[in-house]
């Protein structure tokens, strides 16, 4: 059973879908694959299409839904050869490694150097809130935290051979038990 309402509607607008779905799509042979999708559709809906208001509109809604159905099925596929390379995990920086000698040597410390690194340097502290809570003007926190971080990097340095470069950026360092 043919509609000619479908007929007419496919007459006045297939070359106008093909040139929108090519468009979309870049590869003719793909376009006219959709295309036929929707005129299959469109002669499923048979009596149906024709009491469309606006059976361009409908064609052009089916035509781009099927496109988006058609690149959904058709994702590439990349074949997985036999044999992969072992990935490796990125290398953390020379600093990054210090933290298991950082943890073996502040309880070498003396109790306030420690104190004061912890809070501030490994804690979330402020200099500020550490003067504060220990009768401290903020420079005298200041030049604590900075002749403790002082002691830590000479015991870093003596306990695990660290090396620092030009720049004083630890380049390397043997963590030594």
Not at 32 to 53: N, P, W
Request: glycine residues 4%.
């Amino acid at each position: 059973m043919t509609f000619d309402c479908v007929l007419k509607a496919w007459h006045d607008h297939q070359a106008e879908l093909r040139g929108f779905l090519i468009g979309q799509i870049k590869e003719p042979a793909m376009a006219d694959d959709v295309l036929q999708d929707v005129f299959f559709k469109a002669m499923r809906e048979g009596q149906d299409f024709c009491q469309l208001e606006n059976p361009r509109a409908w064609l052009f809604r089916v035509a781009r839904n099927a496109l988006t159905d058609s690149r959904r099925v058709s994702r590439k596929w990349v074949p997985v050869p036999e044999s992969l390379p072992t990935e490796h995990p990125p290398e953390r920086a020379p600093v990054d490694e210090l933290d298991a000698c950082i943890s073996r040597t502040l309880p070498d410390l003396a109790d306030r150097d420690r104190d004061i690194l912890q809070a501030c340097d490994l804690g979330n502290m402020s200099q500020i809130a550490y003067a504060r809570a220990h009768g401290l003007s903020l420079p005298a926190a200041k030049a604590r935290i900075q002749r403790a971080r002082e002691r830590l990097r000479e015991a870093l340095a003596r306990r695990c051979n660290v090396i620092l470069d030009d720049s004083g950026n630890v380049c390397c360092h043997i963590a030594i038990r």
